[in-house]
């Protein structure tokens, strides 16, 4: 039958979600911390070993025999170590472990010289393990127990972040779920990711969308990184890594590669131009995007918060691929500078403006997709032509109370010939 002490050793992995040998660490460094508070010194190294069963304790002062020092050696290599330091700090930099290599070390704490080594281990050899058994002479004080209360809250909380840093680690390029906490004052949005809190910067919102507190919201994983106050988590929800992600999720022929992302161009919150190609000829592309009765890609469109889809036939033809980005207008003919990688895109006149877009959106996705400068041009008219490079990019950041349009099935895009 378990003891008092390892139920509630138990009770604490399955209320953190740690395993018991980590707890079970956390528990025997926090009686180390007590035992040199109430019986040791600062130069021991002391290691506990604990029977939660039995209640019983072993203690050690563990040390690594080094070889013999002389005092004025080691005071030589301290007053260098000092000189160092002091140089490092007024070239204003850190002193790197490799230009403190040549100097004698010794930590009385860490290690202990051979010829007294040689007192508790008579054939102790340079770079042994020394443990020296240590009594424990009563119980424990009250400032002991206090020492040993905060040390093994902060070894469980460390060990806590560990588990919850390597979770979300694996989970970096992913699609996560969480609840929106508040915007700070920098205009970043805090999201609660259950265990731990992840971050929107403003750069990566998206304009038409809001961020009330307590709104479930799918974010896109940026990056996990261990900081000085544990696990920061990046997310984005302008990414266009975030569309890539969803597509592979919800279209089974993605995620088997049987169908190919050729390239993406997103103005977040608004459109994205999605380039599908397939070596299968069994296979429709656009079609295997869409999904039955667009079932495919309204699932998409909702994850996307209503963002417009333009599902793109990726084409080696380089004239043919810019004439399908600049779907849904109909372009009578392409040219190619190849030197300077412009094209020209003609176009009927009641098919200029559907070309260019609002604000010139569509012809400036059309040219983040294929890479080349886009200028469109109405036939019968050169002066009125528009250039890629001339349409105004929209801006990503919108005010917290603007509420998104309502997207439709009906008003995605397939661009096909």
Not at 54 to 65: F, L, N, P, R, S
């Amino acid at each position: 039958m378990a003891s008092e002490i390892s139920k509630a050793i138990q009770f604490i992995c399955t209320e953190k979600g740690l395993p018991y040998e980590t707890v079970l660490e956390a528990l025997e460094s926090a009686l180390g911390a007590a035992y040199r508070k109430d019986f040791g010194n600062r130069q021991q190294n002391i290691k506990i070993k604990f029977d939660p069963e039995t209640g019983d304790m072993q203690a050690w002062d563990e040390k690594e025999v080094t070889e013999d020092i002389s005092d004025e050696d080691l005071e030589k290599a301290q007053a260098e170590l000092a000189a160092r330091r002091e140089q490092a700090e007024i070239e204003d930099r850190i002193l790197t472990e490799e230009e403190t290599n040549d100097l004698v070390r010794f930590n009385p704490k860490m290690h202990i010289m051979l010829t007294p080594a040689k007192e508790y281990k008579p054939d102790a050899a340079i770079g042994d393990i020394i443990k020296i058994t240590l009594t424990i002479p009563s119980d424990f004080g009250r400032m002991a127990a206090q020492t040993a209360k905060q040390v093994i809250i902060q070894k469980l909380r460390e060990a806590e972040r560990n588990t919850v840093f390597e979770d979300f680690k694996s989970q970096e390029n992913a699609i996560v779920q969480g609840t929106v906490q508040r915007r700070d004052r920098n205009g970043a949005v805090i999201i609660d990711l259950g265990k731990i809190v992840g971050v929107i910067p403003v750069e990566e919102q998206v304009m038409r969308e809001q961020y009330r507190p307590g709104t479930r919201l799918r974010v896109y994983v940026i990056s996990v990184s261990s900081g000085i106050r544990g696990p920061e988590i990046i997310l984005s929800r302008s990414n266009k890594k975030m569309v890539e992600t969803v597509f592979r999720q919800e279209i089974p022929e993605i995620a088997e590669g049987l169908v190919e992302i050729k390239g993406i161009a997103r103005d977040p919150g608004n459109r994205s131009k999605v380039a599908v190609a397939t070596s299968d000829e069994g296979i429709d592309p656009i079609g295997s995007c869409i999904g039955q009765r667009g079932s495919r890609i309204t699932t998409i469109i909702d994850e996307l918060g209503g963002e417009k889809i333009d599902i793109i036939q990726y084409s080696t033809n380089t004239a043919d691929y810019i004439k399908h980005a600049l779907s849904p207008a109909k372009v009578s003919n392409v040219t190619l500078d190849d030197a300077t990688k412009e094209a020209v895109a003609h176009v009927q006149g009641d098919q200029f403006s559907l070309a260019i877009g609002r604000g010139g959106q569509n012809v400036r996705l059309a040219a983040e997709l294929t890479g080349w400068k886009i200028k469109v041009v109405q036939e019968g008219d050169e002066t009125t032509a528009v250039s890629s490079e001339d349409a105004p990019p929209q801006e990503s950041i919108a005010p917290a109370d603007t509420v998104p349009e309502e997207t439709t099935v009906a008003e995605q895009t397939v661009a096909t010939e």
